[in-house]
């Protein structure tokens, strides 16, 4: 997929009302987010950009920093195997990832204050749209951490607190999946193309899909009524979230059949796909072994239920997470084959939180299954991932200091389309009548 193309492609101007691309780049294989261009500190008709005209295209995308952060912090809080001071470093990474959100937020409320309209063009563009889920992600993250970090610490009061913000968290969640998708399915006919297809069409219904993992995270420290009510919202979320994404997943197959891999810097994308059987298997494992003996669904049953839902859910875990596994040996391989054309983008995180889930599936498993094995190389998977957090945020701090992103052209509010959708005729939205810069010119192949 074009990283601008997707669900939203319609016929709506980028948040920044500008092209800097010219057909001679384009058809030489160069963009602004070109070695040579990123280098300097001046866009291509000479002006110089200020900080205060990057923050301008500061991207929801950005918040897929703090959600992998958390997501570090949530496996250090998970890991099987514990050693002195793991907990402390865990509690280290989950306020860098507090204080990463809270300057995010800051920033993109300056964005939008700076530029007003922005706001509504963020929320239609057709990339920069598809990020704007990755708010809430880094938001669930931030609770989950809460409860595991701050809970034994804290008192009742978070578990009150907790328990009001789960249903704040589904309702949002929840009208801002369907005001997403209804926008994808009202979309003109030939502006959404088999194509232009990505997993980040998931990303819309991820939140929601979280709750199951939210509601398993929390419900053990609240009263039964409350904790069958939470863990009933629960998997009746996770159950939507997952459904949804396998109708995706079905749509992403046909497309890597019919077209093959996409262009080499979004590959790391297609871990997204690795996300929602992870995480629907650790909601299965946890909601079920969360549920309270004594509430009122399983009081009136025999009690020989609740074991067998139990023994029932980590069944389903492991096929869950065998398909996890699957997709993350397809995106592996494809990332492989293309490392050498990769420059980095904000999609680089979707290297970790995905396999987050696929960890903390894998932990949930080991656990159920009493397996030391299996909780060993969880710990590896750990370390893995890392090693690969701190290569990841390495280079989008070298990223930002070289202007290879935050800077005009380069980032998901751009409003221009790579070579390849053209050479299969994929229509993209015209620019704004009224916009000074025109759009790139479409590339004869014949």
Known sequence: MAPDQGPFSRRFPSSRGENTNTSEDVEKGQTPSSDESKKTQTTNNGTTVTWKERITHLTWAWFTFPMSTGGIALLLAQNPHRFPGLTTLGKIVYILDLTIFLLLTTLIATRFLLRLHTLVLSLLHPTEALFFPTFFLAVVIILIGAQSYGGPATGPWLAEAECVLFWIYCAVTFLVAVGMYWTLFRARPGRLTLQSMTPGWILPIFPVMLCGTYSGAIAPYQSTDHAEAILIAGLTFQGLGCMVSFMMFAILMHRLIQY????PNLRPGLFIAVGPPSFTAVALITITSSFPPDSHYFATRPAVLLQTLQSLADFIAVSLWCLAFWFFCVALLSNLHGIRKMTFHLIWYALIFPNVGFTLATIQIGRALDSPGILWVTS???????????????????????????????????????????????????????????????????
């Open 260 to 263: 093959g891999l996409p262009a």
């Open 380 to 446: 590896a998977m750990t370390i893995v991932l890392v090693v690969v957090w701190l290569g990841v945020m390495g280079m989008h701090v070298e990223a930002v200091v070289r202007r290879r992103i935050l800077m005009p052209g380069v980032d998901e509010d751009k409003d221009e389309y790579r070579e390849d959708d053209r050479k299969h005729d994929i229509p993209v939205p015209p620019s704004r009548p009224h916009s000074p810069h025109g759009g790139v010119r479409r590339i004869s192949t014949r």
